[in-house]
């Protein structure tokens, strides 16, 4: 994999995400990159990251205008070359107002958003699949505030809201009616809910980078631990080859004619003998560091697409990899596993934070002194 290129200035405008330090951590391996990064929370720990040329706070709470005129000022100011919004929130918003922008042409690839809506919406996005022959679970749309009545479903079923929710939020399985009856009136949410099959199988998941639905990169991770159960995120993965995962996955990116990255979460259906779609991340996601470690680095090869110089198509090296989570769940498991060095230092995000520490010990003093100060208040 080629390391370098000229010189580019990398804007990040949605810096206050959680996903920065995964950004940053990919970035960090490659030369050649100025990454200047907004935030409209002051107290953001990455902002002491060695990785960052300029880290520049701003005071707009929302994403409107007045933030798309913050980065037309630092854009302008700072000549920067690629502008790269890393969460479905700023994402949305920028393709909302493109127009606005005084130089769009530097955005990254980024979809339609009538696209970026449809895979958004695990509503639409079933309505989607349907449409387009693509697998997924048999699913029922419920209207916000109202309850499934007569489901024609089996059980059992796996219950979410369709939008406004991630990281396994408001996802559960429901084994009998008194389930469902729980499930909706025990909680509320914001959005309409969406009822699907459980599928007896494992989770997939396929991370991709595309250009008006051609496929650039890819890596594909079936998960071996999760951090709360089986629906949760992945704590500990190992990143394989499917071609018959991958046929689907460019059928679907083709259907939305899709730009940039995503991370679609996939179920192989032991009965059926086929994979499904479940649903889709229409930004970057956690553990994208992971892939980077893997050999594509997605919001590097994102930048390069976007000023078309990408002059190679990464290969992924089939590792297994643990993110701290699941590092810290092995070493309690098996404390042994500590005198294995070399793979935590290689498969584990350790090595970022050792290269990387300000930021980490940052979060943890403040942390700290947060605790101690709500225990004095009692």
Same mark, same amino acid.
């Given at each position: 994999?080629?390391?370098?290129?000229?010189?580019?200035?990398?804007?990040?405008?949605?810096?206050?995400?959680?996903?920065?330090?995964?950004?940053?951590?990919?970035?960090?391996?490659?030369?050649?990159?100025?990454?200047?990064?907004?935030?409209?929370?002051?107290?953001?720990?990455?902002?002491?990251?060695?990785?960052?040329?300029?880290?520049?706070?701003?005071?707009?709470?929302?994403?409107?205008?007045?933030?798309?005129?913050?980065?037309?000022?630092?854009?302008?100011?700072?000549?920067?070359?690629?502008?790269?919004?890393?969460?479905?929130?700023?994402?949305?918003?920028?393709?909302?107002?493109?127009?606005?922008?005084?130089?769009p042409e530097k955005l990254c690839p980024l979809p339609s958003l009538n696209s970026f809506n449809t895979a958004q919406n695990k509503g639409l996005l079933y309505l989607h699949l349907k449409n387009n022959n693509i697998a997924s679970p048999e699913s029922i749309i419920i209207p916000k505030g109202s309850y499934p009545d007569n489901l024609n479903l089996n059980f059992p079923l796996v219950a979410k809201p369709v939008k406004?929710?991630?990281?396994?939020?408001?996802?559960?399985?429901?084994?009998?009616?008194?389930?469902?009856?729980?499930?909706?009136?025990?909680?509320?949410?914001?959005?309409? @809910?969406?009822?699907?099959?459980?599928? #007896?199988?494992?989770? $997939?998941?396929? =991370?991709?980078?595309? !250009?008006?639905?051609? %496929?650039?990169?890819?890596?594909?991770?079936?998960?071996?631990?999760?951090?709360?159960?089986?629906?949760?995120?992945?704590?500990?993965?190992?990143?394989?080859?499917?071609?018959?995962?991958?046929?689907?996955?460019?059928?679907?990116?083709?259907?939305?004619?899709?730009?940039?990255?995503?991370?679609?979460?996939?179920?192989?259906?032991?009965?059926?003998?086929?994979?499904?779609?479940?649903?889709?991340?229409?930004?970057?996601?956690?553990?994208?560091?992971?892939?980077?470690?893997?050999?594509?680095?997605?919001?590097?090869?994102?930048?390069?697409?976007?000023?078309?110089?990408?002059?190679?198509?990464?290969?992924?090296?089939?590792?297994?990899?643990?993110?701290?989570?699941?590092?810290?769940?092995?070493?309690? @498991?098996?404390?042994?596993?500590?005198? #294995?060095?070399?793979? $935590?230092?290689? =498969?584990?995000?350790? !090595?970022?934070?050792? %290269?990387?520490?300000?930021?980490?010990?940052?979060?943890?003093?403040?942390?700290?002194?947060?605790?101690?100060?709500?225990?004095?208040?009692?």
């Amino acid at each position: 994999m080629k390391k370098e290129t000229k010189r580019i200035s990398v804007l990040i405008p949605d810096g206050e995400s959680h996903l920065l330090i995964y950004i940053i951590n990919c970035f960090s391996l490659v030369k050649g990159v100025e990454l200047y990064v907004m935030s409209n929370t002051k107290n953001n720990p990455m902002r002491f990251s060695r990785h960052i040329k300029t880290f520049l706070s701003h005071k707009n709470p929302e994403y409107n205008l007045q933030w798309i005129q913050t980065i037309n000022t630092y854009t302008e100011t700072h000549k920067i070359d690629v502008i790269l919004p890393i969460f479905e929130t700023g994402i949305q918003k920028i393709i909302e107002l493109k127009n606005s922008l005084k130089s769009p042409e530097k955005l990254c690839p980024l979809p339609s958003l009538n696209s970026f809506n449809t895979a958004q919406n695990k509503g639409l996005l079933y309505l989607h699949l349907k449409n387009n022959n693509i697998a997924s679970p048999e699913s029922i749309i419920i209207p916000k505030g109202s309850y499934p009545d007569n489901l024609n479903l089996n059980f059992p079923l796996v219950a979410k809201p369709v939008k406004d929710y991630g990281g396994g939020m408001g996802v559960a399985i429901l084994r009998h009616h008194k389930d469902i009856k729980h499930y909706y009136t025990k909680r509320s949410f914001s959005s309409d @809910t969406i009822i699907q099959n459980y599928i #007896n199988g494992y989770d $997939i998941c396929a =991370n991709v980078l595309c !250009k008006e639905g051609d %496929l650039i990169a890819y890596s594909i991770q079936r998960g071996n631990s999760f951090t709360n159960g089986e629906l949760s995120p992945q704590s500990g993965f190992t990143f394989v080859n499917n071609k018959e995962l991958l046929h689907v996955i460019k059928r679907l990116l083709k259907s939305l004619n899709w730009s940039g990255v995503a991370n679609i979460d996939c179920r192989y259906d032991k009965n059926d003998k086929q994979f499904k779609v479940i649903e889709i991340n229409t930004r970057f996601w956690a553990n994208t560091d992971a892939s980077a470690v893997a050999g594509v680095n997605y919001p590097y090869l994102n930048c390069l697409l976007g000023i078309n110089q990408i002059q190679y198509i990464p290969v992924t090296q089939l590792i297994t990899y643990l993110n701290l989570k699941g590092l810290v769940h092995k070493l309690k @498991t098996k404390p042994l596993f500590i005198t #294995n060095f070399k793979y $935590i230092l290689n =498969n584990t995000p350790l !090595k970022f934070a050792i %290269l990387d520490p300000l930021p980490m010990i940052y979060k943890y003093v403040s942390r700290t002194k947060n605790i101690i100060l709500s225990k004095l208040k009692r």
